[in-house]
């Protein structure tokens, strides 16, 4: 099954190339949604979707690794893995059973703040989803072997993401560098070493902490009955009761930066260096968001933008170049990064990137650009919402990152009226010396030896 790893989807960034653009205008067809709560704090989204005879369930839990306790990160992203073994009614790997031999399939991804897990089946099969699901909310089978085996499997994963590929090491250092205080500085994978110190008791807390009906948001896209879907979600939702302990929120707050800051971060198999420059960026929420949206696309989707036309095709200065706005619910991040030509030093990158950004501060983008960025963004929206688990998943994001399920077709709206005067006001903005973080990342055979006082002052090890 796909893990998400935030990592990974940086490392997608570079090479993705977007679709063929519509008009920005195009109409994004509205998500026309039901909402009720259970008694036991459960929220329900349904929507009603009779052009095939399917349907998507999926549970939103709003625990993500930013809630990993502290010294033990890599539990969300464990717990994610937990989910699919056996509960007190259904044996291991059951879940697999329940929804790929009837011909559907099933998955689950981890981000910072939020856990999902989702499975499409034929629309005959839904009782038989919703129960399974309400059964591994209330009576998951956490014991050691399966806390064991699972660990080995995240332990195995963090071996093939971060220390196997070239560069899995600079994007992780991306997380810890770029924050110094908000649990985002701890990347979601975990690590190895606060994985083996992790306890049974440690990962029982945990599921019990924040595996809840009150943590929790179901939403069911497709072809099903109205009456026969609350039937069902109040018969086997319904009996999961509710904790009396409080549910425990993250309230630390990352502070502003107040000055750049520079790291230089060492791989054992890297053939170029690279180097990428972080600023902190407003919480997904914002209205600022949309103008950072398509600011990302014209600077480093595909192979027509900004960063691409000028520092691989141009300048030459880089193999690849990326821009990514990885925004969250708390502020996050936006990133540009640079993997470097054979023979070009880090700083002729750095400077190329900052020069790049300096002409979208400077100067508004063209109209064309505008629109091809927007068009990018609307033609993946309309894409997502042909199908019943891309309807879904929009209500969930909608849902749990932007705190209204109803911004799911507002949005749409906001991020068609984006103008130019709206992207150069948030890059100049947010994009301030003082906000910068650089990482210089390196091969390790380039490390200077280390003094008999220790590591080179600005340095990682």
């Known amino acids: 099954m796909l893990r998400y790893f935030k990592a990974f989807l940086m490392l997608c960034v570079l090479a993705v190339v977007l679709a063929p653009p519509a008009r920005a205008q195009s109409s994004v067809p509205p998500i026309n949604f039901r909402e009720r709560t259970l008694a036991n704090g459960l929220k329900v989204y349904s929507v009603r979707d ?3 005879p399917t349907v998507s369930i999926q549970v939103w839990y709003k625990v993500g690794s930013k809630d990993d306790p502290e010294g033990r990160s890599g539990f969300a992203h464990l717990f994610e893995h937990m989910m699919f073994k056996g509960t007190k009614n259904m044996k291991d790997e059951m879940l697999d059973r329940l929804t ?10 981890t981000w910072d703040d939020f856990t999902n897990y989702y499975e499409v089946v034929p629309s005959n099969y839904l009782e038989t989803l919703l129960w399974a699901e309400a059964e591994r909310m209330a009576s998951l089978k956490v014991d050691d072997k399966n806390f064991k085996s699972e660990r080995d499997v995240v332990k195995e994963e963090f071996r093939s993401r971060i220390l196997a590929p070239p560069y899995g ?12 205080t908000h649990p985002y500085r701890r990347p979601g994978i975990g690590s190895i070493e606060e994985l083996d110190a992790s306890t049974l008791e440690d990962v029982r807390a945990f599921f019990q902490t924040f595996y809840r009906p009150d943590n929790a948001s179901l939403i069911v896209v497709g072809d099903f009955d109205d009456k026969q879907l609350d039937s069902w979600v109040d018969k086997y939702f319904g009996r999961v009761p509710k904790p009396n302990k409080p549910m425990p929120r993250v309230t630390v707050k990352e ?7 520079r790291y230089t971060e060492y791989g054992p198999n ?4 690279a180097v990428a420059l972080t600023y902190l960026a407003p919480p997904v929420a914002s209205d600022d968001a949309y103008a ?5 696309s014209i600077m480093g989707a595909g192979e027509s933008s900004r960063l691409y036309q000028s520092l691989v095709y141009k300048q030459q200065v880089a193999a690849e170049a990326f821009a990514t706005a990885d925004l969250r619910e708390e502020p996050g991040l936006f990133v540009f990064g640079a993997i470097l030509a054979s023979e070009k030093k880090p700083e002729e990158a750095e400077r190329a990137l900052l020069a790049e950004l300096k002409r979208i501060q400077d100067e508004p983008v063209t109209a064309a650009e505008l629109e091809k960025a927007k068009s990018q963004l609307l033609t993946n929206l309309v894409r997502e919402r042909e199908t019943n688990n891309g309807k879904a998943d929009a209500l969930g994001r909608a849902v749990v990152l932007l705190g209204d399920a109803r911004r799911v077709n507002t949005d749409v709206g906001k991020l068609q009226s984006v103008t130019a005067a709206d992207v150069q006001r948030v890059m100049k903005k947010y994009f301030t010396d003082a906000n910068r973080v650089v990482i210089t990342y390196q091969p390790e055979a380039s490390k200077a030896p280390q003094n008999a006082g220790g590591a080179q002052k600005g340095e990682s090890q």
């Open 100 to 109: 790929e031999d009837v011909g559907g399939f099933n998955n689950a991804s």
């Open 169 to 180: 090491r600079l994007f992780y250092a991306i997380e810890k560098r770029s924050f110094t």
């Open 270 to 273: 890297v053939p170029l260096p």
């Open 292 to 296: 950072l949206r398509v600011a990302e």
């Open 255 to 261: 502070p502003a930066r107040t000055v750049e800051k």
């Open 50 to 52: 009779q052009s095939s």
